[in-house]
């Protein structure tokens, strides 16, 4: 879609202004879900008028996560104790200007993007497009929602535990959190900067491999020509029954189509090593901000990271090479690795009204998620065939080429057992 938008624009079949109107229509259309927290339609109509009809992502709309600095645009990182203007844009919006984009907005992120939930913002909770009184997941909830609800092609949102890949998953699109540093963070409001990423979340595998070539200006990877080789995880097996059931039928479904399949198993001190690394860091660059108008979330989950002691956090660096070692290991034997996105569908949003039961459902959120940015390796998460609420498919390659092209044959053999 994204290619094909960009070269009808550069080909004058398409008018930018035309596709910035009908997004802003279908942002107004779906503004209950609060996906889009901010709607720069003056700005939006300004860079269609002036729009060279050039670049890669030429006229394609485009929602911008609100942690990323925009010039002009509000800058409060969904906080109520935030309330700045973008002084200039951060490098990846730069890229998307430079590759044709326009920036229609920013999109709802979960308070400062510490938490996985969607649902601690100054604007109220972001709402799922299948079910608005379930959850999207975040923190790049907003990004997750549009791309879902059909507002834009393409959003750019940030990854530090899961926060592109959970979002796409519980809203049934493609989330690409690439290879650490492969999109700049400079601009970004910082989380872990050991563990930080920019990603993209699109309808299609083709179009996120597309957005990163545009964004990398690089060539886009088109899919295995040969069944992959896939590392089938194990001993995380616990799983809600809709994602059991999915993930069963769509491993079947591969193994018909010639995938070969082995289980392998994963370290198992990821989680406390993430947090050991991500708690430290997150609570330096809060030093200095007064934290009472934070959400009561993300109150409580800087003052538990502020307890980590400073040997624990030695520990974590030295830990994460050794866990990145093993799992390039394990990597080297095959295209990809493959595990459920997210064990369980979208919460509903009443899940967690409490600190108990937020804290409960971040843990199910993100058990899936943090190897890739301990280890910085690229994932994907591709939607499977389902009945009933979004389930995804999380693919974890050596890099970003070759994760494109695992992701991208296995959702053509997904969409051909479908149809």
Known sequence: ?????????????????????????????????????????????????????????????????????????????????????????????????????????????????????????????????HDPERMTGGSSS????????????????????????????????VGFKPAYGTLPTDGVFPLAQSLDHVGVLTQTVADAAYALAALTNSMPTAPLSTPPRLGIVTGRTEYDAEVAEAWSAGLAR???????????GLPDDITRTAIDLQGPEAVANHAG?????????????????????????????????????????VLDRYDAVVLPTVPLVAPLISAVADLSGSTAVRAQLMRNTRLANLTGFPAITVPLPVRGLPVGLQVIAKDNETAAATAGWIAGRLAAAEG
């Not at 535990?161 to 049934?172: M, N, Q, T, W, Y």
């Not at 591969?254 to 392998?264: F, R, V, Y």
């Open 1 to 129: 879609m994204l290619e094909q938008i960009a070269a009808h624009v550069r080909s004058g079949q398409l008018d930018p202004a035309d596709l910035v109107e009908q997004a802003l229509a279908r942002a107004r259309d779906a503004a209950a879900l609060n996906a889009v927290v901010h709607l720069d339609e003056k700005g939006a109509r300004a860079a269609a008028a002036w729009h060279d009809r050039k670049g890669p992502l030429a006229g394609v709309p485009v929602l911008v996560k609100e942690i990323i600095e925009v010039e002009g645009l509000p800058y409060r990182c969904g906080s109520a104790a935030m309330d700045e203007l973008g002084l200039r844009d951060a490098d990846v919006v730069r890229r998307l200007h430079a590759a044709g984009a326009i920036v229609i907005g920013l999109s709802h992120s979960h308070e400062f993007a510490y938490g996985c939930t969607g649902t601690s913002n100054r604007t109220g909770p972001c709402r799922n497009p």
């Open 142 to 173: 907003g990004a997750g929602a549009a791309v879902a609800a059909g507002v834009v092609p393409l959003a750019i949102g940030t990854d530090t535990a899961g926060s592109v890949r959970i979002p796409a998953a519980l809203c049934g699109v």
């Open 254 to 264: 591969l193994q018909t189509a010639g995938a070969t399949t082995e289980p392998i």
């Open 289 to 329: 901000r007064s934290t009472d108008a934070y959400q009561p979330d993300v109150q409580l989950r800087l003052k538990e990271a502020a307890e980590v002691q400073a040997w624990r956090y030695v520990q974590a660096r030295r830990d994460t090479e050794t866990i990145r070692a093993q799992v390039k290991a």
